[in-house]
């Protein structure tokens, strides 16, 4: 019987045969490329003889409801190399994809519906016209997408669609993602001035303003705090290093987001970091360490560089340089456990004060069918997959990168109690991982209104009146700045509805009003997030409440 995954794969991958029915239809000489099933839905990918918009989606659409009446049922032909290449000998998309197929040995499979025939290995609905309904489906955009991804490839057009079992599902979705849209970190950042993305710089090479900046310095300082309570030693490394560093860790020839950067006067050969890991296991090896030392916690907030592809490029969730809270922890085989346990502690302490209580850990493995993408043996692989799911279950995870190959490169070694040497094991760990990723995840989840701690601006002042009440919040503005708050003073000869507003749009959490009031009484009006409020509050204690808050880095 189908389950309700496949059913819903299969349907909207109908739906994508639909979608290139109904586009050969109305633009007969367009040339259909692939089009599979998404999670939200189905995209096809054509390439046109002349562009199209998003304004040709109803009409797409509308040819497609019209097909769909008559799609009974899916028939499946096997067909041989010459008879595929005759039907498709104008598509040479299609004839691409059919000597991938021959050379990978596999059958040549064509699937008709209708009057339309596609190239398909198959997954669709029984009968279209009974099991899909007409409201339950939605062509969404158009964009542009390389051929099999390669942007050296043809620029073709992608036709994204939605789909889901009913209307309801496919209308609540929508409004998920409009919700989403409004949370999208890009829009808040610039709305927010927390960080652009030049053209001239470079895709991909994200730069704080100072509002974001201020923020990824509070990331920074915070985890490098619970860090050092728990006896991690802080280094520097250089951001480039000699080629060599990276044929020892295997790294060169395994790992292709490495960048070049230069050749010396002398022919040496040097590159932009892409880990941080091979400068860690030299200051480990910098000197002698007995099996007292151990564990040794190396941690640094730092930067590496990573050759993405353009078309992966996307804000600050995904970029070509990313600052990571990286630490190695150089451990004997016999702490694995116990400091993982650590680790995991550390983890669930710095992710619940975020708000993130519902997370999965997951072991990552090696992929036993391509070797070329892993380094050391399988023994070794087998020992540290043994030992992380172990730790997990043990500490009733559901389901942190265990290295027993590369001590080995660097001949990582210790005194043990017996006066020999052995083999260093390290554990590879990043708890915020690339502070750019998780100051993205932050936006979105905050929705832009950071808590207390962590907000850009913590205080705006309004004088309701500039010539009567300035002078007085002059006076607050002083008083809140010599005690290290975030404050900025309005002075703008806005309207008082119309200062609170721009505040708001800016999320910033506490607005002091100044009026004649507080003036004459030297006390405070404060407006809070989710209708907190104070008032007739003394400087003194809106100052002992404020630092408080900071302090309990509540959200």
């Known amino acids: 019987m189908e389950n309700k995954n496949e059913k819903l794969h299969n349907l909207r991958h109908s739906l994508a045969h639909l ?41 797409i659409e509308k040819k497609m409801k019209e097909i769909l009446k008559s799609w009974k049922e899916f028939e499946s032909k096997e067909k041989s190399e010459k008879e595929a290449k005759e039907y498709f000998k104008k598509n040479e998309y299609k004839i691409e994809l059919i000597e991938e197929i021959i050379g990978k040995g596999e059958k040549i499979t064509f699937y008709k519906c209708g009057d339309f025939t596609d190239l398909c290995r198959g997954g669709h609905l029984k009968n279209p016209s009974k099991e899909i ?45 409009k919700e989403a849209e409004k949370r999208d ?44 309570k728990l006896g991690y030693f802080f280094v520097t490394i250089p951001h480039i290093a000699r080629k060599e560093l990276y044929i020892r860790s ?16 002398d022919g040496e050969e040097f590159v932009m970091k892409a880990m941080n890991c091979p400068h860690h296991f030299e200051i480990y090896n910098a000197e002698l360490h007995s099996y007292r030392d151990l564990p040794l916690r190396i941690a640094e907030n730092t930067t590496v560089y990573r050759n ?60 036993t069918k391509n070797k070329e993408k892993y380094f050391g043996n399988d023994e070794i692989w087998e020992n540290a997959e043994k030992i992380l799911i172990n730790s997990a279950k043990k500490m009733g995870l559901k389901y942190i990168q265990l290295d027993f190959n590369q001590p080995n490169n660097f001949e990582m070694d210790y005194v043990g109690e017996d006066g020999k040497k052995h083999r260093v094991v390290v554990l590879h760990v990043a708890i915020l991982g690339s502070f750019e990723r998780f100051m993205g995840i932050l936006i979105e989840h905050y929705a832009g209104a950071f808590p207390l701690w962590l907000s850009p601006v913590q205080i705006k002042i309004i004088p309701i009146s500039g010539d009567k009440h300035l002078d007085y919040a002059t006076e607050i503005f002083k008083t809140l700045k010599e005690n290290d708050v975030r404050v900025e003073l309005d002075e703008s000869n806005e309207s008082l509805s119309k200062k609170i507003r721009n505040a708001k749009v800016q999320k910033i959490p506490y607005l002091i009003i100044i009026g004649d009031r507080e003036k004459g009484s030297k006390k405070l009006t ?30």
């Open 19 to 59: 979608l290139a029915a109904a586009v050969l239809k109305i633009y007969p000489d367009t040339k259909n490329t692939i089009g599979p099933s998404i999670e939200d839905g189905f995209y096809y990918d054509f390439e046109f003889s002349s562009p199209i918009s998003d304004k040709d989606l109803p009409k």
């Open 133 to 177: 309904k007409f409201d339950s489906f939605k062509l969404d955009r158009v964009a542009g997408a390389y051929w099999r991804g390669n942007e050296k490839n043809k620029m073709l057009t992608r036709i994204y669609g939605l789909a889901f079992e009913t209307k309801e599902k496919l209308d609540e979705y929508i409004k998920m993602r």
């Open 185 to 228: 970190h890009k829009k808040l950042g610039k709305e927010l001035s927390l960080f652009t993305i030049s053209d001239l710089v470079g895709k991909g090479l994200p730069m704080y303003l100072p509002k974001g900046n201020i923020i990824k310095t509070e990331l920074e300082n915070f985890i490098r705090k619970e860090k050092e």
């Open 250 to 265: 295997g790294h060169i020839g395994k790992y292709n987001a490495m960048m070049p950067i230069m050749t010396d006067e």
């Open 308 to 367: 993405e592809k353009s078309g992966e490029l996307s804000g600050l969730l995904r970029v070509k340089n990313l600052t990571q809270d990286d630490t190695h922890h150089f451990i004997r085989t016999d702490q694995i456990e116990s400091e993982i346990e650590m680790i995991f502690s550390l983890m669930r302490k710095v992710y619940k004060l975020f708000g993130f209580d519902n997370y999965k850990v997951e072991v990552s493995t090696r992929n």
């Open 526 to 555: 404060v407006e809070g997030r989710n209708d907190k409020k104070f008032e007739n509050i003394s400087t003194e204690e809106f100052l002992t409440k404020l630092k408080k808050e900071i302090e309990e880095k509540s959200s």
